[in-house]
């Protein structure tokens, strides 16, 4: 069992996991002479998902652990070697494919620790090395760590919406192939679900697995009573009864029915699911039901196209449902089917050692982005999370009042008062150097710990669905001056257009 089982999933290079223009940037650095030149990037993501308030972070462990085992096997160079340009030719000469079949990741990563909570533009992982390897990595970074920030933030949605009720993944057949799913529900956990229907993610990940029987098992057997029975005899200390295949609250009826047969050898009833109809309705029903049997400890639980709305409205209506069910819009972020997060150059190392500090300008504010070799220092009181500043690893803030800058009005600046905060702490932490771990990794029961830690710090209105209040977060000072310097300078160079 691993941590985040990438290897165990694959079992081979995923060096081409890539889009081909980073393999044809790669080699236009390497014909250069320019590949081994330091340069810094960072992958941000514009807007949290589900026009909420925060993202989780998530993908980090996966994506260090791609970083760690980068390599091109011979098969890779092999196949690199027949891809052709548009005369037919090769696309790449042998020289660069033999640099790839001897290329080692060596640069230097920082990153936010799995399960933070973190906000639109702060970087999430930071990238220093020879720009030829930092810049082939961008595609596979942004594909493990735009879907399962996404999922687990989807995830934290969903358990903020349950009050502290069990969430379960059930979104296994719903998932977007294998890989997906296992994705999916290592995600899901750490955004908060208990367990996950899905086997291969138990096995490889260690998320906790649950599980009843489907319809069919009912169907299978000659009447509903005889189809409990069978399972109960089969799973004694495992038997939650689906009971809405034909008539709802009779088949809760015919589960306490079972439940009785249980008791008298020695097991209980763990409980019964709903997965169609009124569930507001049919929950208290069978809750009644149960409790009048003698069964109050026997738990309800409910699935059906579950999210956090829906979820939000039953316990609203008065629902008695003890544990959720969450499949389809949990596994696939149903409303939002991408996160959008980018990886940008940051700064290219100058001849005389010093940083050349890079920008993408733009007409759309949003998409201009930022300079330098950039950190995120979070300012707390206690365990509130108060504001958050992005600033240059070399010029940190100083003690006392904090300006913050706004993000996409330079015009806009705020200040967090010393009195406000009591602790700051920079968030990226160094997770390889030279290619290679520098701590141990972030175990999944670690980072879901840290999720929970954060969100609880978070304001409420902060987290709140519906008009959520955006946490602080802003640019220092000094990485603002050099932003508006350089917007000025490419606005002269380019007319005023991006």
Known sequence: ???????????????????????????????????????????????????????????????????????????????LATITGGDGRALFDAGFLAYLRELRFTCRVDAVAEGSVVFAHEPLIRVQGPVLQAQIVETALLNLVNFQTLVATKAARVCQAARGMAVLEFGLRRAQGPDGSIAAARAAHIGGCAATSNVLAGKLLGVPVKGTHAHSWVMFHDDELAAFRAYARAMPNNCVLLVDTYDTLDGVRHAIEIGRELRATGHELAGVRLDSGDLAHLSIEARRLLDDAGFPDAKVVASNDLDEGLIISLIDQGARIDTWGVGTKLVTAYDQPALGGVYKLGAVRGADGAWDHKLKLSEQPIKISNPGVLQVRRLRKGDELIADVIHDDDTPPGPGDVTLWDLEDPTRAVTI????????????????????RTAPPVTLAEARARAAADLAGLSPRTRRFLNPQPHRVGLDPHVHDIKRRLIAEARAGHGGRS
């Open 1 to 79: 069992m691993t941590t985040n089982g990438l290897s165990d999933l694959y079992g081979s290079s995923l060096a081409l996991l890539t889009d081909l223009y980073q393999l044809t940037m790669a080699y236009g650095y390497w014909k250069a002479g320019v590949a081994e030149r330091d340069a810094v990037f960072h992958l941000t993501f514009r807007r949290p998902p589900f026009g909420g308030g925060y993202a989780i972070a998530a993908g980090i462990e996966p994506a260090l652990e791609y970083l760690e085992h980068l390599r091109f096997a011979d098969d890779d160079v092999a196949y």
């Open 417 to 436: 008062a010393a009195a406000e905060y009591d602790r700051a702490d920079d968030l990226l932490a160094r997770r390889l150097d030279g290619g290679a």
